[in-house]
Nanobody, 123 residues
Framework: QLQASGGGLVQAGGSLRLSCAATGPAFSRYTLGWFRQAPGKDREFVAAIRYSGHTYYAESVKGRFAISRENAKNTVYLQMNSLEPEDTAIYYC???????????????????WGQGTQVTVSS
C-alpha cells in the first residue's frame, strides 16, 4: 500500500517535495515511479528509481526534478524545483517488483498505486 503526500499550491519557479510511504515487505527490491495526470490528459511518466538506485526522468522534468528513495523508511521522494504551470497535475506514486527496464515508463506495468496528491503551479 502506498500513501502519497506533499502536494499543494506554489507559484511558478517554486519548489515542492512529494513523499510516498509504502507498507509491506521487500520495499528495497521495488522499482518506484512517479506519474502525473492533468485534466483531460493521459497519465504520464515523470520519474522512476530502480532498486539499484538508478534514476530515469521524463525529458520535460529532467534537470528540475529529482527522485530518491530511503529504504529504511520505505519512502520515495520527488523533489520538484523550478516548477512551471505545465507541471500542474495530480501526482501518483507507483511501485512494482518485476518491471523490466524498457517498461518502467509505462504506467500499465505498475501493480501498486498511491491515491495521488494535487500539485498546482500558478503563473
Amino acid at each position: 500500500q502506498l500513501q502519497a503526500s506533499g502536494g499543494g499550491l506554489v507559484q511558478a519557479g517554486g519548489s515542492l517535495r512529494l513523499s510516498c510511504a509504502a507498507t509491506g515487505p521487500a520495499f528495497s527490491r521495488y522499482t518506484l515511479g512517479w506519474f502525473r495526470q492533468a485534466p483531460g490528459k493521459d497519465r504520464e511518466f515523470v520519474a522512476a528509481i530502480r532498486y539499484s538506485g538508478h534514476t530515469y526522468y521524463a525529458e520535460s522534468v529532467k534537470g528540475r526534478f529529482a527522485i530518491s528513495r530511503e529504504n529504511a523508511k520505505n519512502t520515495v521522494y520527488l523533489q520538484m524545483n523550478s516548477l512551471e504551470p505545465e507541471d500542474t497535475a495530480i501526482y501518483y506514486c507507483a511501485a512494482d517488483s518485476s518491471i523490466i527496464l524498457s517498461s518502467l515508463r509505462l504506467y500499465e506495468q505498475y501493480k501498486n498505486w498511491g491515491q495521488g496528491t494535487q500539485v498546482t503551479v500558478s503563473s
